[in-house]
């Protein structure tokens, strides 16, 4: 962008709010303002906790985990440290720019939002524990699912349940280092939250036993649950509590913002989890913006 006439030592003196160099100072710093935003919201709302815990070390800033790549990324070009793990060749996150910086927002979204899934994902399979029988080792694998199935974003929206899936399954989310024993179950999950639900006619899923399907899919229809519920990515529940009432689980939700997107979301997210547990969903909430 070309300076105006009235440029000078940095300060345009004399066009004020119509200066473009101006507008364009403000947008960056407003861009960046988001993003501490962000980072302060991740570090701040700590571990979600539960079976396995993904926890704030676990859970580093996107701003770690840009650095944290660069030092892999290093060691493996050198050939790093003989007892040190592997790492994989291909890397998310490549530094070309405003490209790379548009992919580490898109990162750092997807984490915080991520979060939030978690936290409310671990409810319900509280909640639906006398339904499914999961031990807390599948307890672990919603919790990886959830935090990630939206990392996909990073190249964006079209497929990126697909491309989550992807990342999960291969290591490759920076800062986030998946159990091994976890991955190939969790990135299933991940990649159910959305559109087609498991089927045996997809090779992955078809590679399964039949309890191991069985999990899978009864994790997803709680991460599709749990996803409805942060639909809008601003944090508009607050709260949630869920129970089983006979044939019906009940989600409660506060929410001081309003959350009517949220629950008519839910309402569409639903059917996968009456398929699978013949159940009802019924859900209420208290606050400001009562939907």
Not at 43 to 56: K, L, N, Q, R
Not at 93 to 107: I, Q, V
Not at 123 to 152: I, S, Y
Not at 210 to 215: G, I, K, S
Request: glycine share 8%.
């Amino acid at each position: 962008m070309a300076h105006c006439k009235h440029w000078h030592n940095g300060v345009c003196k004399d066009c004020r709010k119509n200066c473009p160099i101006k507008k364009k100072l403000a947008a960056k710093a407003a861009k960046k303002a988001e993003r501490l935003a962000r980072e302060t919201e991740l570090a701040a709302s700590g571990g979600p906790g539960g079976a396995v815990d993904v926890s704030t070390e676990v859970l580093r800033l996107a701003s770690a985990a840009a650095g944290e790549k660069k030092k892999k990324q290093n060691a493996a070009a050198t050939g790093g440290d003989k007892g040190s793990l592997s790492v994989p060749a291909a890397a998310p996150l490549p530094d070309d720019g405003t490209t790379a910086e548009l992919r580490e927002d898109s990162l750092m979204e997807a984490l915080v939002h991520g979060k939030r899934v978690a936290g409310f994902a671990r409810e319900l399979f509280r909640a639906t524990q006398a339904l499914h029988g999961l031990d807390a080792l599948w307890g672990g694998v919603l919790d990886w699912a959830a935090l990630l199935h939206d990392v996909g974003w990073v190249e964006g929206q079209r497929a990126h349940h697909k491309r989550s899936a992807r990342m999960i399954r291969q290591n490759l989310v920076p800062g986030q280092d998946v159990p091994a024993e976890l991955r190939a179950y969790a990135a299933l999950v991940a990649r159910y939250h959305r559109r087609r639900d498991p089927s045996r006619r997809q090779r992955r899923f078809a590679a399964l036993d039949a309890t191991e399907q069985r999990a899978v899919r009864q994790l997803a229809a709680l991460l599709r649950l749990a996803d409805a519920l942060d639909y809008s990515h601003t944090g508009a529940i607050g709260k949630l509590e869920a129970r089983l009432d006979g044939d019906t689980l009940v989600v409660k939700v506060k929410s001081a913002l309003g959350c009517s997107a949220e629950l008519h979301r839910l309402e569409s997210k639903a059917e996968l989890f009456r398929q699978v547990y013949e159940k009802e969903v019924r859900w209420q909430c208290k606050g400001q913006g009562r939907a």
